[in-house]
């Protein structure tokens, strides 16, 4: 049964334009969320950050909204670069609690 | 400076096999953790380790995973008996703050594959 759904496996965006990748959640017990950014060969690298207790966080071009009566967050990314490009996961605790439970994950790909 | 380190990056062997995984964490680092990302899924939180003891070994799968950290710093995870549905990438993640789940730094993880 998954916690955490990331719908999209992929998206596809021009540079410069904006990338908007979707989570869900369906545990009520979580009230804190992260996005990872993972290179092929790599691991996964911490993004940003949102407590339940906030609506929006922000840091440079990264922006992640939460929604928590539609168990919804986002992670905006504007203007999308080709370096961008990579699987973006998005996980979820419990607290500051360190179990972290991941989606599936999203590859999204800027173009040139 | 260096970040966590895993080795080794590819292993492969035959069902039945015992492996060893290794992580070296970030030097100071007294949490750790070890994670599993299976193909097309999302990492799955395996053992926390606060120093030499494991806190949380929940995630585990069954009595033939097991991990040591016998002195607070490099971890060993270990598979008896490996099973074709142990392939996988094993992460590992140190922190310097426990509980802390946004300072989590990652490894590059080992790719078992189990033939």
């Known amino acids: 049964d998954q916690q955490v759904k990331q719908n999209s496996p992929s998206l596809s965006v021009q540079e410069g334009r904006i990338s908007i990748l979707n989570c869900d959640y369906t545990n009520s017990m979580f009230d804190y969320f992260l996005w990872y950014k993972k290179y092929p060969a790599e691991g996964p690298t911490f993004l940003i950050s949102i407590s339940s207790i906030k609506d929006k966080n922000e840091d440079g071009r990264f922006t992640v909204f939460l929604n928590k009566s539609a168990k919804h967050l986002s992670l905006h990314i504007v203007p999308s670069q080709p370096g961008d490009s990579a699987v973006y996961f998005c996980a979820a605790s419990e607290g500051s609690n360190y179990k972290l439970t991941f989606g599936k994950g999203t590859l999204l790909t800027v173009n040139p | ?115």
């Not at chain 2, 703050?97 to 490894?107: A, C, I, K, N, S």
């Open chain 2, 1 to 115: 400076g260096a970040g966590v380190s895993q080795t080794p990056s590819n292993k492969v062997t035959e069902k039945g096999k015992y492996v060893e995984l290794r992580c070296d964490p970030i030097s100071g680092h007294t949490a750790l953790y070890w994670y599993r990302q299976s193909l097309g899924q999302g990492p799955e939180f395996l053992i926390y380790f606060q120093g030499t003891g494991a806190a949380d070994d929940s995630g585990l799968p069954n009595d033939r995973f097991f991990a040591v950290r016998p002195e607070g710093s490099v971890s060993t995870l270990k598979i008896q008996r490996t099973e074709r549905g142990d392939s996988a990438v094993y992460l590992c993640a140190s922190s310097l703050t426990p509980g802390e789940v946004d300072t989590q730094y990652f490894g590059p993880g080992t790719r078992l594959t189990v033939l």
